[in-house]
């Protein structure tokens, strides 16, 4: 018969060794970290109903108070705060990291009219079945070059479920949210600023127009190769580099327009040779060199080496009888 311990609140079977014994711990773990964050999530939500409705629970509503929130009655449209009262909690799945939860939204009615009360929650958003932490991991593992059917299947077999590529793609399309905040509010001016530019594939609509099955216009798209403009802050002395910021031109080419906006948007934050920038290093392009006329960093500007040798290499004509070795 097997004998138990118990550590740290885990049941450790000492009848159980190798891959059983980690399986059985691993699943206590989880079922704790499970009951844990659930209680958490409840108690976050009732807490918030205790600010929207300005008393703890059993606590006489004040009919003088006046003060309107956001929640309203869905019957009488009211939204003064008096009028609203705790009416248990509903159940709702709850899909997490962690795994998948059933949690216990507070529900609100109305003493004047009987109404269910339509609330806002900041902690779970109305009809959300996945939470926010699913979204923050697949824009991680997109970023790292993974696919979304990567994604689902890691995330399918981690908590014993099927997402849709359609839910997973539109977590993905919503980091273009933070980009427009990513690129705003001043940068600490490195003293070298490197300009260059590599390409990427997309597809997009290319201006012609088919008719399918059912007789219905639909955009043909193709595939494009667009420039994404990169401005890397370098700091020799402390050999770091970071991203300053980024544009995504228009194509075939690298176009003036988007090279301009990315200088204009650096100057403008603050990458200046009056904030310390010295040097500016670029890949010597007609359009940048335009650019850079346009827009005075009041640093100097230097051809990259690493351009200047490959030009050099690619321009070097060896003859056909050498080897491959030899060259």
Known sequence: M????????VVVKEGLSGYRFYADVLGQLQEGIKEYVT???N???????????????????????????????????SRRQQDFLRDGHKPRGL???????????????????????????????????????IGEETRVAWGLGQGLHEIKG?????????????????????????????QEGDLTSPPVLLLDAFWIRVMKPNGRVRRDKEGRKRQRKGLFWLPVMVALGLWPEEREKHILDWEIGNGPGEDARSRLKLLTRLEARGIRGDQGLRLIIHDG???????????????????????????????????????????
Not at 2 to 9: K, Q
Request: glycine share 6%; proline share 3%; aromatic share 6%.
């Open 154 to 182: 890691r995330l399918d077999l981690h908590l014993h479920t099927s997402f849709g590529l359609r839910m997973l793609n539109e977590r993905v399309r919503e980091m273009s949210k933070l980009v427009a905040g990513w």
């Open 95 to 133: 899909v997490t990291l962690w795994a998948s939860l059933t949690v216990l939204m507070p529900r609100l009615r109305c003493c004047r009219c009987g109404g269910t009360v339509s609330v806002a929650y900041e902690t779970i958003k109305p009809r959300q079945r996945v939470w926010d932490d």
């Open 2 to 9: 097997e004998s138990e311990v118990r550590v740290c609140g």
């Open 285 to 327: 392009s007609a359009v940048l060199e335009e650019a850079l006329e346009e827009v005075h960093f009041a640093a100097l500007r230097q051809r990259c080496l690493f351009h200047k040798l490959r030009n050099v290499l690619e321009a070097i004509r060896f003859p056909d009888e050498l080897q491959q070795e030899e060259k």
């Open 43 to 77: 108690r976050v939500l009732d807490e918030e109903v205790e600010r929207l409705l300005g008393r703890r629970p059993y606590v006489r509503r004040d009919e003088r108070n006046q003060q309107r929130v956001t929640a309203r009655c869905l019957g009488c449209g």
């Open 39 to 41: 209680a958490a999530l």
